[in-house]
């Protein structure tokens, strides 16, 4: 689903926009859609299990309930011993299934270490997400020189980034004070949208750019708003 839910809409807008079918930024767009796609199923399939009825709308457990076999599932099953599985048949595509049973059966999600596995692998799409915003981000960059938008090292371009169209509390944003051939994916920097830079790889005198503030005040207040450019060619 991660494909036809995030990735190809992404990139049918993006051809509708001009991009070049194969080309670097289509290719960029695949690589950041599907793992986007991927990350938000795999939330949406936890949300499904140990979710918050007030938020999600569906009582807890309901996906067991409805016997899907997702990633978080097939990791209990692989973690737990004969008994353990014997629980879970006991709950899957069982519409019927008692609170209790279903309480039996995500405690043991839990405790074989299941969820916290699932976690991470959320946590690695997200890593990959971050670093295909912050390919583009760095692309991006090399317009403004190269159509004369910008002199020295000012100007800035940043993004929001995302998971399944929805707008997450990061941005990517150029380093202060780095001259623009010298940009590149690894010098981006991820900032929260307080402007605080987080622990994201690069040297710790990689710096946001002096802008950063302004960009992130934009993206507190206007959900709606998934990129910045800040020209200063005068």
């Known amino acids: 689903s991660a494909r036809y839910s995030v990735m ?3 990139l049918i807008g993006a051809l509708q926009a001009g991009a070049v079918p194969g080309g670097p930024l289509h290719e960029r767009l695949s690589v950041f859609g599907e793992e986007l796609g991927i990350a938000f199923q795999l939330r949406d399939d936890e949300l499904g299990v140990f979710g ?10 309901d996906d067991l ?33 008692g609170e209790a049973d279903i309480a039996r059966a995500t405690g043991l999600i ?3 270490g299941a969820r916290a596995e699932h976690e991470e692998q959320i946590a690695g799409h997200l890593r990959a997400a971050v ?5 583009r981000v ?14 020295w090292t000012a100007g800035n371009v940043s993004e929001r980034v995302t998971l399944d169209g929805v707008p997450t509390d990061l941005f990517v944003i150029k380093p202060s004070g780095v001259a623009y051939d010298e940009l590149s ?4 920097v991820v900032c929260t949208l307080d402007g605080d830079k987080i622990a994201d790889g690069t040297p710790a005198s990689l710096a946001p750019s ?12 206007m959900e709606g708003v998934g990129g910045v450019v800040h020209t200063h060619s005068t």
């Open 131 to 135: 670093a295909a915003t912050r390919q």
């Open 52 to 61: 918050d009825p007030a938020l999600t709308g569906k009582p807890v457990g």
């Open 65 to 97: 309930r409805e016997g899907k076999r997702t990633v978080l599932v097939a990791l209990a099953w692989e973690r737990a011993d004969g008994q353990g599985r014997a629980l879970l048949r006991s709950v899957l595509a069982r519409p019927r299934g």
């Open 110 to 112: 839990e405790a074989c």
């Open 210 to 221: 002096s802008d950063t503030a302004a960009h992130a005040y934009v993206y507190r207040h």
């Open 8 to 10: 190809h809409p992404l």
């Open 138 to 151: 760095a692309a991006l960059h090399a317009e403004l020189p190269r159509w004369g938008l910008v002199v």
């Open 185 to 188: 994916a690894e010098t981006m």
